[in-house]
């Protein structure tokens, strides 16, 4: 994930932090502090801090559940508004679903339930605001918010836990598809009637969470829908055939001039036998050249990129690209390059084979 930086590993997936979540931890921060001066703002910091390590800890959950289905997590990201595990892929079976998306929420029961058995309930006299953390009241006010944190995550609508499991089992009555389009339907009402109440109460914080949980519901329902096109279709369906290739010892300044006579994005590399040496982003070459390498290799600036057979299918492309390859290269045999792929024209293809079906 852009804007994100990794702060080590932990379970055998990269721990990472969003840039912006140090912007509210600043903002609560301050926040704190003109509410109650330096010692409320340190209480208050420490509070959000271990509320996050909960958080973490319930994305964890996910992760550690998908591994006994031999699902890895790549990564898990701290954002502003919680954590995000990024497994591999969801099961697609309902009731492994089930299992991975109740583990989060079932780790925050947990925590909840041994610090209440610990150190008790809050006061139900104290304040339960961010703002009037106090040494007393901050682990037994953790637990309450551990709490909440498993039942708010268990409303049946997606992108929440709940809407994991709602598709799961409408799943066990019709197709993925439907069912989560029927999930993702359900977290838009829900994000339509928190932004209403964010808004008419003032919470802007709330209308941020809403946004994001509509376009998160939007998006998953769009990707299901496009992985299930691509069971039906294989690479060769997709690639690209017709392109300008360079060589490594071509400089970046040929590059340059291939790169405005054409309307290429990325450039495959091939060697004098034909092989694929890497590939040569747009990104890449505007980043030499504003280092003034103009004079430089391609070979010094091209990066690797996965590779394929012709007849592997177009699922398994989606997987290879991921978050970071910037295309996927098309093989034969003996390993000359046939053509490559990209997201642009995969999206291209996912529009033209839904207009045929």
């Known amino acids: 994930m852009s804007w994100s930086f ?32 330096p010692s409320a ?16 800890a319930h994305e964890f959950g996910h992760a550690l559940m998908a591994r006994r289905f031999g699902i890895r997590t790549p990564d898990v990201t701290l954002l502003p508004i919680g954590g995000l595990a990024r497994l591999e892929k969801m099961p697609e079976k309902p009731s492994q679903e ?41 682990i037994p006010q953790l637990a309450i918010v551990n709490l909440v944190l498993a039942v708010f995550n268990m409303i049946p609508a997606f992108p929440m836990d709940g809407g994991r499991v709602l598709r799961a089992v409408v799943a066990l009555f019709t197709d993925r598809v439907t069912a989560t389009r029927v999930a993702a339907g359900a977290g838009q009402v829900v994000a339509f009637m928190m932004a209403f109440y964010g808004l008419s ?31 039906s279709l294989m690479t060769r369906d997709a690639m690209i055939t017709e392109y300008e290739a360079l060589r490594p010892e ?48 391609v070979a ?12 592997d299918g177009l699922e398994v492309v989606l997987e290879r690209l991921g978050d970071k390859a910037p ?23 996912m529009v033209i084979a839904n207009t045929k079906r």
């Not at 909840?112 to 009241?137: K, R, Y």
Request: hydrophobic share 55%; aromatic share 8%.
């Open 300 to 311: 010094d600036a091209m990066q690797s990129v996965p590779t394929l057979s012709l007849t």
């Open 250 to 297: 071509d400089t970046i300044q040929t590059a340059g001039t291939t790169l405005i006579r054409t309307t290429q994005h990325e450039f495959p590399v091939l060697d004098t036998g034909g092989f694929l040496a890497g590939f040569l982003t747009r990104e890449a070459l505007f980043h030499a050249m504003a280092k003034g390498n103009a004079a430089a290799r």
């Open 327 to 349: 295309a996927v290269a098309v093989l034969d045999r003996d390993g000359h390059l046939l053509g490559y792929i990209t997201r642009e024209n995969v999206g291209e293809l």
């Open 98 to 138: 089930i299992q991975v998306a109740l583990a989060g929420p079932a780790v925050n029961v947990v925590i909840w339930a041994v610090l209440t058995a610990l150190f008790g309930l809050p006061d139900p006299d104290a304040p339960m605001e961010l703002l009037a953390i106090t040494p007393a009241t901050m």
């Open 201 to 231: 109460s003032g919470n802007l914080m709330l209308v941020l969470i809403a946004i994001f949980i509509f376009m998160a519901a939007g998006g998953e329902s769009a990707d299901v829908a496009m992985r299930d096109v691509a069971r």
């Open 6 to 37: 990794p702060i080590g590993r932990l379970f055998g997936s990269q721990l990472r932090v969003h840039a912006t979540f140090f912007l509210l931890i600043a903002f609560i921060g301050a926040s704190a502090y003109s509410e109650g001066g």
């Open 41 to 56: 703002a340190l209480w208050t910091i420490l509070f959000v801090l271990l509320l996050f390590a909960c958080v973490v």
